[in-house]
């Protein structure tokens, strides 16, 4: 009886003390994760507008000082006031030469970032994206509107206006294709965009040859998506001009090595109403 009971006790004695040699050996096999530092470009921007040169701009500006005389003299409710454009609505920050990012193991939402149409307005009003990404517009509307690109060609003919429904996700066609992308020297396309029947509304999509950028903010701060140690070539866009390029260098350690960026630019009258 005591023979019949030892037996299963030694082999169950064998693999307790197997397990954990099985165990610490197959960690021993187990390659280490390489992990590649990643590290953020941040600044501040310290921008000015130039003031108006050219006879067409100095007829803009002489329009914006009457409409906004009638509107805080008069109280005119049908003069409308040309938009205050921030910074966040004019200066995009780009990093090209850059790889596309790994693929994130954590699931993606499934919300489309798109631009959004509110009461006449865009949400925001630049929008930088990837050459190869896809543009979406979603009206938050209580109307049909129809969105205009002014000036935009596919195969030679002029891009008709998109007509929106409220509450309707839908994909522009306004992506850069064909003969745009084959030189390779362009580095971004800039696409105005407009609603008709509010003049308010001025909208651009900014797309890049590259997979890291970001819009500075209005108090005039930035922050790049991180990077690995390396030299990258920096770019201050307004809407449609590239006013700015530096190099910028990673060090290895990259955290508290790596300086934010001071930028001091001087940016184009803006003529859009």
Not at 82 to 98: E, G, I, N, Q, Y
Request: hydrophobic content about 45%; overall charge positive.
């Amino acid at each position: 009886m005591c023979a019949m009971f030892r037996r299963p006790a030694i082999l169950i004695a064998l693999v307790l003390v197997c397990l954990p040699v099985s165990w610490a050996s197959a960690r021993r096999r187990r390659p280490p994760v390489k992990t590649i530092p990643m590290f953020p470009i941040t600044g501040t921007v310290e921008a000015t507008e130039a003031p108006p040169a050219t006879d067409a701009e100095k007829r803009v500006a002489f329009l914006r000082q009457l409409k906004e005389k009638a509107y805080h003299r008069y109280r005119d409710p049908l003069v409308i006031l040309p938009p205050k454009l921030f910074l966040s609505s004019r200066l995009a920050v780009v990093v090209w030469d850059t790889q596309p990012p790994p693929p994130n193991p954590i699931a993606q939402s499934t919300a489309v970032p798109a631009l959004a149409i509110r009461a006449g307005t865009f949400m925001p009003q630049v929008w930088v994206l990837n050459h190869e990404a896809d543009f979406h517009v979603i009206n938050h509307g209580r109307k049909d509107v129809k969105l205009v690109v002014p000036g935009r060609l596919i195969n030679g003919e002029k891009v008709a206006p998109e007509t929106l429904a409220p509450e309707v996700d839908r994909v522009i066609p306004v992506n850069p294709r064909g003969e745009e992308l084959a030189d390779k020297a362009v580095r971004f396309w800039s696409f105005p965009l407009r609603l008709t029947g509010f003049p308010s509304a001025i909208g651009r999509v900014l797309f890049v040859r590259s997979h890291h950028f970001t819009l500075v903010n209005d108090d005039g701060s930035f922050e790049l998506p991180p990077l690995p140690a390396g030299k990258y070539q920096v770019s201050f866009i307004d809407r449609n001009r590239e006013l700015l390029t530096q190099e910028v260098v990673i060090p290895e350690k990259g955290k508290g090595e790596l300086k934010p960026l001071e930028v001091k630019l001087t940016l184009p009258y803006l003529m859009e109403e």
